[in-house]
Structures are given as C-alpha cells and as structure tokens.
C-alpha cells in the first residue's frame, strides 16, 4: 500500500504556507509526517526521503533533509517516499522580520543546545541524559515560553501561525520519536510468569530479570507519559498500571515500581486528587472481584486474576 504522508500545521494538499526567516536552517523532516503501513506513523527525518526545493536560489535542501533559506521569495517543497509524494510552500523572508523577545532567544538557545546532542539513535549509555534533555525543553517550553511559542517552534498568535521562529524545534520532536521507538522495541519483552495479589497489593512476577534496556524503556514511558507524578531516578522508573474491574467495569490505576535486576513489579492500587500538587491515597481491591491487567504497554496482553 502507497505511504501516507503531511506537513505538519498544513493541510494534505501542502495549501498552507510556512514562513522562516532567511539565514536559518533546519531538518525539514522533522515537519513531515509518513504513515507507512509495515512501520507505523513516524516523522519523515526517521525515513530516506528525497526532498526537492522548487527553487533554490530561495533554499535549498541536503541529501539529509537540511534545510537552508538562502534567499527572500517563496519555493515550493516536496518528499518523496516509496511512490508517494507531498508538497508545501516555504516563504523566506527577511532575517528578523519575526522580530525578538528575551523568550524567543532563549528559546533558540536551548534547541540549538538540544540539536547538537541528538545521536543517531538511543541507548542505555546516553538515553538518560536524553531523557533530561528532552524534559527540561518541555519544561521550558512549556512553562516559559508557552506564549510566545509552541513546542513546534511556530509563533503563537491570535490567529494559527505560520511564521516559524525557531526552525530547530523540530528536532524535539525528532527525539522524542526517537525514544518512542526504543520504548516500543524493548518494553515488549516483560514476559509474565505469575500475578500474586492482596486488596492493597499487586506483585507481577516476571520470568527473567528486568535487563538495562527494559529499565530505559520502562523510564521513557514515565517521562512522556507520567514524568508529572514521579521524578526520573537513575534505575527505577514509576508507570501507571491499568487494571478493570469486571463486574463493576470500573478502572483503577496502579503505581507500578520498576527495578533494574529485579524479577517483580510492584503495583499498588491508588487515586489521585489534583490540587496545586497532585496526591494520591492509596485505595483497596475488592476481594472476591476479577480484575483485567490492560495497561499501556502491551505485554500484559490482558491478564486477569481474581483477589482472594
């Protein structure tokens, strides 16, 4: 089947346009999109793709996907990927015509930061540092520069914004798929040997020992997912566990421990209360009562045991 593929912010047909300013350059996938149907929905910039630029006294791009803005005037930028193609139109214009702010420039500070650490891929020597990388842009971006900028690096303004202040964004959004990847591959090995569970405790035995890379795995799906409740520790990681009750059809949130080494995930049922701070009290299972392990990350492939 022929790939899917978008530009992010623009329509299927590329009718919208984006603006940069001159002088800057950036990977131009990391504002693709491709749906390809064996590997899944992924930005561009993770593919080989062929990007031509209409006209390149206004820009050009590499055979890696960097763009360069050489010149004021509009070109008009297509991938190709796998017989499928998709067009957008980039205007250059004057370097600053954006304008500036404190914000703004710090903003271009961190992701260019951001931009020269990222490998060519995540392992367990560098993927927590990634981890903290990836967080304290969210942080900052989020807290700080929300509204200025959104984490794509478009200006927010009363009406969607085309003009792109930060071009390097993107490659937050790079990395980020980049640890999603690694999440999906190495979270699939928990392998179940047994569930032993109280009204106050679930104990999930795993048949083998919990290995580095299933830690970081396990530790990227805290931080994308639940980095609010928990703080990112160097060998322990705390996820939500989804468990339903089946006579009740109610859900109950576990905090699951995870352990490097360890052969147990330890999940204790619990409910949250959002204030200025977010709490949790800690609740019972209901004796007699089957409940269905179908959490977010696959290998429980929908356990169920009964408490006793």
Avoid at 68 to 97: H, L, Q
Avoid at 130 to 158: P, T
Avoid at 195 to 202: A, G, P, R
Wanted: hydrophobic share 35%.
């Amino acid at each position: 089947m022929t790939p899917e593929l978008s530009w992010t912010g623009l329509t299927d047909s590329g009718d919208s346009t984006i603006q940069v300013e001159k002088g800057q350059q950036f990977y131009i996938g990391d504002y693709g999109r491709i749906y390809d149907f064996k590997k899944g929905y992924r930005l561009a910039s993770e593919f080989k793709v062929i990007y031509t630029s209409s006209k390149e006294a206004v820009a050009e791009i590499n055979e890696k996907g960097l763009f360069t803005a050489k010149s004021t005037g509009t070109t008009r930028v297509t991938m190709k990927y796998k017989g499928a193609k998709c067009a957008c139109r980039i205007e250059v214009v004057e370097e600053g015509a954006f304008g500036t702010s404190e914000i703004i420039e710090k903003a271009r500070k961190e992701v260019d930061w951001l931009s020269r650490i990222i490998p060519q891929r995540v392992t367990v020597k560098n993927g927590v540092l990634l981890l903290q990388v990836a967080l304290r842009y969210e942080n900052i971006i989020s807290k700080e520069c929300y509204l200025e900028i959104n984490h794509f690096g478009f200006l927010m303004e009363e009406t969607e914004s085309c003009k792109l202040a930060i071009p390097q964004a993107g490659r937050y959004e790079h990395l980020n798929s980049l640890l999603a990847r690694y999440k999906e591959k190495y979270l699939a090995y928990f392998q179940i040997k047994s569930i032993l569970v109280s009204t106050k405790e679930i104990d999930i035995r795993l048949k083998e020992e919990i290995t580095a890379k299933q830690m970081l795995a396990a530790q990227i799906v805290q931080c994308q997912m639940y980095s609010m409740y928990a703080p990112l520790q160097k060998e322990q990681a705390t996820l939500h566990l989804h468990i339903e009750d089946e006579e009740t059809e109610e859900t109950v949130v576990c905090l699951g421990k995870i352990e490097k080494g360890s052969k147990n995930i330890i999940a204790i049922p619990v409910e949250f209360s959002y204030g200025e701070e977010i709490t949790y009290t800690k609740l019972e299972l209901k004796k007699g009562h089957t409940y269905c392990l179908g959490d977010k990350m696959q290998w429980s492939k929908g356990r169920r045991f009964t408490v006793e």
